[in-house]
């Protein structure tokens, strides 16, 4: 099927500002969707609130809009009443991270099957550029005009500290590992994390003075570089990108049946 | 790997937000911004249908089709 046999294409052009990362998320999510030969029947997504999660409207699939941060725990539910069911959840940092920071690692403890994409723009997009917990030290925001003094959170430590089995990072400039890594990630059978770096040009590309669109692909593409390279071994500073946990362990809804099993062989005698 | 040749080149101007990703980062050099600031491949003889392109653009606009020969 072609790209835009997956799109509700009544609401494009899309709500995004010119040169925002998230269409490339969205790009590259549906490339993968399209090289992993599901049905849209098969897929569900569920977002919460943000600029990012505004990506459920778009796609046509079975859709979730829900509220903000909680979209992992309807994304549990989902899997547990539906466990064939493959459920996507794209997220933004705040999102993911701050309002649901506790989903997040709970879902994560867990390992219940399902993909968290958190597109990682470090900013609140939608209300007017106010820092978030991926901002980082040293950033400048519209709460934070003079310097942001809180520390940046890890998604790829983070994630894999709660337990999530499947934890990777890739940014919008490198497309073809944004779709890969999707891929790997929704066939993994555990909680996997895919953190995609996204430029949010409009906010935090304008009050950091990093130029627009075109150089902030750019700043992904030179302070990027894939784990273990020998770049990363001479320059600390790159952020890696590619597969950092990639593992085994029981699933939940496996071992949630088990229980099921239990129960009615305990109730039949 | 087949060699891969473009067919056709698609730009859906209606969609497209002229960020200039597309022209930006293009091997070949094939796109241009056109004066309301919407791109335009231009140059399609040069294009080696890599389709950075269409993977790239936040905007979903644009559409390569490639022949393989």
Same mark, same amino acid.
């Given at each position: 099927?072609?790209?835009?046999?997956?799109?509700?294409?009544?609401?494009?052009?899309?709500?995004?500002?010119?040169?925002?990362?998230?269409?490339?998320?969205?790009?590259?999510?549906?490339?993968?969707?399209?090289?992993?030969?599901?049905?849209?029947?098969?897929?569900?997504?569920?977002?919460?609130?943000?600029?990012?999660?505004?990506?459920?409207?778009?796609?046509?699939?079975?859709?979730?809009?829900?509220?903000?941060?909680?979209?992992?725990?309807?994304?549990?539910?989902?899997?547990?009443?539906?466990?064939?069911?493959?459920?996507?959840?794209?997220?933004?940092?705040?999102?993911?991270?701050?309002?649901?920071?506790?989903?997040?690692?709970?879902?994560?403890?867990?390992?219940?099957?399902?993909?968290?994409?958190?597109?990682?723009?470090?900013?609140?997009?939608?209300?007017?550029?106010?820092?978030?917990?991926?901002?980082?030290?040293?950033?400048?925001?519209?709460?934070?005009?003079?310097?942001?003094?809180?520390?940046?959170?890890?998604?790829?430590?983070?994630?894999?500290?709660?337990?999530?089995?499947?934890?990777?990072?890739?940014?919008?400039?490198?497309?073809?590992?944004?779709?890969?890594?999707?891929?790997?990630?929704?066939?993994?059978?555990?909680?996997?994390?895919?953190?995609?770096?996204?430029?949010?040009?409009?906010?935090?590309?304008?009050?950091?003075?990093?130029?627009?669109?075109?150089?902030?692909?750019?700043?992904?593409?030179?302070?990027?570089?894939?784990?273990?390279?020998?770049?990363?071994?001479?320059?600390?500073?790159?952020?890696?990108?590619?597969?950092?946990?990639?593992?085994?362990?029981?699933?939940?809804?496996?071992?949630?049946?088990?229980?099921?099993?239990?129960?009615?062989?305990?109730?039949?005698? | 790997?087949?060699?891969?040749?473009? %067919?056709?080149?698609?730009?859906?101007? =209606?969609? *497209?937000?002229? &960020?200039?990703? !597309?022209?930006?980062? $293009? @091997?070949?050099?094939?796109?241009?911004?056109?004066?309301?600031? %919407?791109?335009?491949?231009?140059?399609? =003889?040069? *294009?080696?249908? &890599?389709?950075? !392109?269409?993977?790239? $653009? @936040?905007?979903?606009?644009?559409?390569?089709?490639?022949?393989?020969?």
């Amino acid at each position: 099927m072609a790209v835009k046999d997956y799109l509700r294409e009544r609401f494009f052009p899309h709500m995004w500002c010119p040169g925002c990362g998230h269409g490339t998320v969205l790009n590259g999510l549906i490339r993968a969707v399209e090289k992993l030969g599901m049905s849209k029947n098969e897929i569900v997504m569920v977002s919460g609130i943000g600029c990012s999660s505004r990506i459920s409207g778009y796609v046509d699939f079975h859709t979730l809009h829900t509220l903000h941060g909680r979209a992992l725990a309807f994304a549990t539910g989902i899997k547990l009443s539906k466990p064939e069911l493959n459920v996507i959840v794209p997220m933004g940092d705040g999102d993911a991270l701050a309002i649901g920071g506790n989903h997040f690692i709970h879902a994560a403890r867990r390992n219940i099957a399902m993909t968290a994409l958190v597109m990682n723009n470090r900013i609140y997009g939608m209300t007017g550029g106010q820092y978030s917990p991926l901002s980082g030290y040293g950033t400048v925001a519209t709460t934070a005009p003079f310097s942001n003094i809180d520390q940046g959170f890890d998604v790829v430590k983070l994630a894999s500290a709660a337990g999530a089995t499947f934890v990777a990072r890739t940014t919008v400039y490198h497309v073809h590992e944004v779709s890969d890594l999707i891929q790997q990630a929704v066939l993994h059978d555990g909680f996997s994390v895919v953190e995609v770096l996204s430029q949010c040009p409009t906010y935090f590309g304008r009050h950091n003075r990093l130029g627009g669109p075109v150089e902030m692909l750019q700043w992904f593409k030179d302070q990027t570089t894939r784990i273990g390279s020998k770049a990363a071994a001479e320059n600390p500073e790159l952020i890696q990108r590619g597969i950092f946990v990639q593992e085994d362990r029981p699933e939940y809804c496996t071992e949630y049946d088990k229980v099921i099993d239990k129960a009615m062989a305990a109730v039949k005698g | 790997m087949a060699k891969r040749k473009l %067919k056709e080149h698609h730009i859906q101007r =209606e969609w *497209c937000k002229g &960020c200039g990703i !597309c022209v930006a980062f $293009c @091997p070949k050099n094939v796109l241009e911004m056109d004066s309301s600031d %919407k791109a335009v491949a231009v140059r399609l =003889e040069d *294009c080696i249908a &890599c389709e950075m !392109c269409a993977l790239r $653009c @936040p905007d979903l606009a644009i559409r390569v089709v490639v022949e393989k020969c």
